[in-house]
């Protein structure tokens, strides 16, 4: 059977959908559902047994997260620290048993750019917002849909030699490394951990720019007017500058649309200081005036 591995096969629990050929008759995907229950429980009957007699084997999963019906032809289950040779185990006895079943794709797929000319861009017409109280007009301006990902700072740091600052401090390889310890290897993943100065420098690489405050609540309130969800909340840089040379850094309104009762009519915001790397939540968009 095929395995096809999607963005996110580094996240526990594990996903994993069984896909049949073909829409399956009534009751077919129930069976499936059934059986792969069935073959976790008995792993979980073999352990429990060794463990009675002192002798419990390695490796074990640690929380099997049940089987169900996904869509017409598929079925989905979880599995956290499932190890390899139990997948292919599970796979082969799909295969044996379930002959119509196609492929097993791993983990889910992710909306996100890969390179510098893969952003999907938000227009946020001129107009007037309010910050705290204050009226801010703000110009036309065209926002990415997406915060810079993994993907794109690599081929930043490729095609210029440029050492963020997690690397200068901790070691080559460090921010990278430190992405795929936290988030997995998908190179769809916002580049968390980067400094406003690693921003900025990718910025006048892609000869964009950070957008304002105002530019960041205006594009939040826009994307919730359309129903968009974020899948990363996560703190975006800004240009803005505090008085004692720190950088701010929020989260849009559209939190409210989905996560806050009763609802936030302002932005949360931090400043923070522009050289300090170990914000695992702050990543940034780029912006390019309409």
């Given at each position: 059977?095929r395995?096809?591995?999607e963005?996110?096969v580094?996240?526990?629990p594990?996903?994993m959908?069984?896909?049949f050929k073909?829409p399956v008759?009534?009751?077919r995907r129930e069976?499936?559902v059934?059986?792969?229950?069935d073959?976790?429980?008995?792993?979980?009957?073999?352990r429990?047994a060794?463990?009675g007699?002192?002798?419990?084997?390695?490796?074990?999963?640690?929380?099997?997260?049940?089987?169900?019906?996904?869509?017409?032809t598929?079925?989905?289950?979880?599995?956290e620290?499932?190890?390899?040779?139990?997948l292919?185990?599970?796979?082969?006895?799909?295969?044996?048993?379930?002959?119509?079943?196609?492929?097993?794709?791993l983990?889910?797929?992710i909306?996100?750019?890969?390179?510098?000319?893969?952003?999907k861009?938000v227009?946020?017409?001129?107009?007037?917002?309010?910050l705290?109280g204050?009226?801010?007009t703000i110009g036309?301006?065209d926002i990415?849909l997406?915060?810079?990902?993994?993907?794109?700072f690599?081929?930043?740091?490729?095609?210029t030699?440029?050492r963020?600052t997690?690397d200068r401090?901790?070691?080559d390889?460090?921010?990278m490394?430190?992405?795929?310890?936290n988030y997995?290897r998908?190179p769809k993943?916002?580049?968390f951990?980067v400094?406003?100065?690693d921003a900025?420098?990718?910025?006048?690489w892609a000869r964009?720019?950070?957008?304002?405050?105002?530019?960041?609540?205006?594009?939040?309130?826009?994307?919730?007017?359309d129903?968009?969800?974020?899948?990363?909340?996560?703190?975006?840089?800004?240009?803005?500058?505090?008085?004692?040379?720190?950088?701010?850094?929020?989260h849009?309104?559209?939190?409210?649309?989905?996560?806050?009762?009763?609802p936030?009519?302002e932005?949360?915001?931090n400043?923070?200081?522009?050289d300090?790397?170990?914000?695992?939540?702050?990543?940034?968009?780029?912006?390019?005036?309409a």
């Amino acid at each position: 059977m095929r395995i096809i591995e999607e963005d996110m096969v580094d996240w526990e629990p594990l996903r994993m959908r069984f896909i049949f050929k073909d829409p399956v008759a009534d009751g077919r995907r129930e069976v499936l559902v059934a059986f792969i229950d069935d073959w976790f429980g008995e792993k979980e009957k073999r352990r429990l047994a060794a463990r009675g007699a002192g002798t419990e084997p390695q490796p074990f999963v640690k929380d099997y997260c049940g089987a169900n019906i996904d869509g017409a032809t598929a079925v989905e289950t979880h599995a956290e620290l499932i190890p390899p040779e139990w997948l292919q185990e599970l796979t082969g006895a799909v295969e044996r048993s379930f002959p119509d079943v196609d492929h097993l794709r791993l983990g889910f797929p992710i909306e996100g750019p890969t390179v510098r000319s893969g952003f999907k861009w938000v227009r946020v017409p001129r107009g007037e917002v309010m910050l705290r109280g204050n009226p801010v007009t703000i110009g036309d301006v065209d926002i990415s849909l997406h915060q810079v990902s993994v993907g794109q700072f690599e081929q930043f740091m490729r095609e210029t030699g440029y050492r963020p600052t997690r690397d200068r401090i901790k070691g080559d390889g460090a921010l990278m490394g430190w992405l795929r310890i936290n988030y997995g290897r998908s190179p769809k993943v916002p580049a968390f951990g980067v400094t406003h100065h690693d921003a900025l420098a990718y910025c006048e690489w892609a000869r964009m720019r950070l957008p304002s405050e105002a530019e960041v609540y205006a594009f939040f309130l826009s994307t919730a007017r359309d129903g968009h969800r974020h899948m990363w909340g996560g703190e975006c840089w800004t240009g803005d500058v505090g008085p004692d040379g720190t950088f701010l850094a929020c989260h849009g309104p559209y939190l409210a649309a989905f996560e806050r009762s009763p609802p936030l009519t302002e932005n949360e915001r931090n400043y923070y200081a522009p050289d300090h790397y170990d914000y695992s939540s702050v990543s940034f968009r780029v912006a390019k005036t309409a």
